[in-house]
């Protein structure tokens, strides 16, 4: 099944994964064998207790009850009761030892989904990863709950086995020859539905992770998919994935019932022969206390470990195989990176000027946008059909019209995050498809509306895209942004900030400083003062502007175009291009934009 970048594994992938995962679990098992031996230790008191509690039973009716001897038999009840009562401390030691297996896997398992989505965002930036929330959260807290149960369960009947057998055997071995065969064909038949049901665990898991990239992909394109009428389109996509996550589900119900089954063979089967057998075992010598012994082991202890065990691996042990797959790293390793930009005297970085063929591009303009067309989905209407946009290098250019025309989508295709259907963009010459992603990020700067700051000093935020910039550089830029009464708000320059605490309009702000001392000659900002007061806005894009280079603004406010060189008016297919004045002459859309703006 493929959907959504999300592609499910193949069978033959599926057991290359799983012979992968061994030797590690291992490695992790083998690193904790003093944890293991006191967990079996432990559990030894559990054999002791299964043991004891059929076999006293035996004996209180055959030397107790049953021989009119009423003490006798109330003082191996008592040891019975005694073994019972033993299993609180017993509990509270599995569960010490089982908290040491269990945290350090799951503290593993973030590490590795962090280093993963680190190591594929480096290598495919403008890919994004939309199961790594899933694995970092949903996932690892299956695999925890799902490891701490099964080592619980299979412990449990392990345990719980030998005593049951011990007691058997005990009290005589003519109950072997009637418990053991159902009980290991039910078990042979429940072992023969896990690889299927690991399948169809696996098949869930891919559907699950496919409706995740599906919705965040949704969710950010929601103003796109509204502006291009694609919302039906889109609905029918995201219903067949719906569709086959139910059809997923329902496998594995289907399993669960075949897995009743299993468990009615081995866990009812032995009751019944033994019932069956009553007769021909008290001609061999078997006392009435003896028997009852042996219901009790069944009843009590061995049936519903059993049970419990093939719960445990039908849900919990596919469920975990399957989840682990998906922290298997297949990503190869991030290329070298690339050398840092040089910087010069002025503080702006010397770029090459020659084309890839060599050709002199110093006088290209700064931005070719030739007949781009550009839609969201096959059959969707286009949101930029055959735009032409020549952008002087040294200008400073505001884009304006209707929300959901598609103006954040040409700053994604001037920045290079999008890739037009038909057409070339061209940064100084040079086709931005042919650009790498360090050349990217030295030619140009996109400021989205979601500002992104994290957790760390100001001075890191505010230098994160040029490091390398002197204490004076840094100075003039938070003076020409105005930001000076902001970072003292916040501690100053070596203050520790966290984003939750900061609003908006504040990341934004910071966002802008750190765009002005970036070394890169264009600057796209998409509604990226859209928090900032008007006064604080007109200071910031002043700045901006004056600033060396070429500056491309999304307008959020219509005072942005009165203070840009030129105009780009997005209307459907006539857009209009021109200086303010042009614009108003020429281009009903720009004056009614600018009547509402005005009378607003």
Request: charged letters at 20%; hydrophobic letters at 50%; proline letters at 5%.
């Amino acid at each position: 099944m493929t959907a959504s970048g999300t592609t499910g594994r193949a069978p033959g992938e599926a057991r290359g994964t799983l012979s992968g995962l061994l030797p590690r679990a291992r490695r992790f098992l083998l690193r904790r064998k003093g944890v293991l031996l006191r967990l079996a230790g432990w559990s030894l008191l559990e054999s002791a207790q299964t043991f004891l509690g059929g076999y006293c039973l035996a004996r209180a009716l055959d030397r107790g009850f049953l021989a009119g001897r009423t003490g006798s038999g109330l003082a191996w009840l008592g040891v019975a009761a005694v073994a019972i009562l033993a299993g609180g401390p017993l509990v509270r030691g599995v569960f010490a030892q089982l908290s040491s297996l269990v945290e350090p896997l799951r503290d593993a398992l973030v590490r590795r989904a962090v280093t993963q989505s680190l190591r594929r965002a480096v290598a495919e930036p403008a890919r994004a990863d939309g199961g790594a929330v899933s694995r970092l959260t949903h996932q690892t807290e299956i695999v925890r709950d799902s490891f701490a149960g099964l080592v619980l369960t299979v412990r449990s009947f392990v345990f719980t086995l030998v005593g049951a057998l011990a007691g058997l055997l005990a009290l005589t071995p003519l109950f072997l020859l009637v418990v053991v065969p159902p009980l290991a064909l039910g078990l042979l038949l429940f072992l023969a539905t896990l690889r299927p049901m690991a399948a169809a665990q696996r098949t869930f898991l891919d559907a699950d992770e496919a409706f995740a990239d599906r919705v965040g992909a949704i969710g950010g394109g929601l103003r796109d998919i509204a502006a291009c009428g694609t919302g039906a389109e889109v609905g029918i996509r995201t219903e067949r994935l719906i569709d086959a996550g139910a059809r997923a589900a329902h496998a594995l119900a289907r399993w669960a019932a075949v897995r009743t089954l299993a468990l009615g063979v081995a866990g009812q089967l032995p009751v019944i022969l033994l019932l069956a057998c009553t007769p021909w075992l008290l001609r061999q010598g078997v006392t009435a206390g003896a028997l009852m012994g042996a219901l009790a082991y069944l009843v009590q202890a061995l049936l519903p470990a059993l049970h419990t065990l093939m719960t445990a691996l039908g849900a919990a042990g596919t469920r975990l195989l399957v989840v682990l797959e998906r922290f298997e790293d297949r990503t190869a390793e991030p290329a070298a990176p690339a050398a840092p930009p040089v910087a010069g005297g002025t503080g702006t970085v010397r770029l090459r000027r020659t084309g890839r063929s060599g050709a002199q591009t110093a006088s290209a303009p700064a931005v070719e946008v030739r007949s781009v067309t550009l839609a969201y989905g096959p059959g969707a209407p286009p949101v930029l059909d055959r735009l032409g946009l020549t952008v002087e290098r040294g200008e400073h250019i505001a884009v304006v019209g209707p929300s959901g025309i598609g103006k954040s989508t040409l700053a994604g295709v001037v920045s290079g995050l999008l890739a037009p259907g038909r057409g070339t963009v061209l940064l100084e010459g040079e086709p931005v498809a042919e650009l790498r992603a360090e050349e990217l990020a030295e030619r140009r700067v996109l400021i989205p509306q979601q500002a992104y700051v994290f957790t760390g000093t100001v001075r890191d935020n505010l230098l994160h895209l040029r490091p390398e910039a002197s204490s004076a550089e840094l100075s003039h830029a938070v003076d020409a942004l105005g930001a000076g009464g902001l970072i003292g708000r916040l501690g100053g320059l070596d203050a520790v900030i966290e984003p939750a605490n900061l609003s908006q309009g504040e990341r934004q702000w910071l966002c802008l400083c750190r765009a002005y001392l970036s070394a890169a000659p264009l600057m796209i900002l998409d509604e990226a003062t859209c928090h900032l007061d008007p006064v604080a806005e007109e200071q910031a894009e002043r700045a901006l502007a004056a600033r060396p280079g070429t500056l491309i603004v999304v307008a959020h406010r219509l005072s942005s175009a009165r203070r840009a060189d030129r105009v780009l008016v997005l209307d459907g297919t006539r857009p209009a291009f021109g200086t303010h004045e042009e614009l108003l002459a020429g281009s009903a859309l720009y004056r009614d934009l600018m009547g509402h703006w005005g009378s607003g």
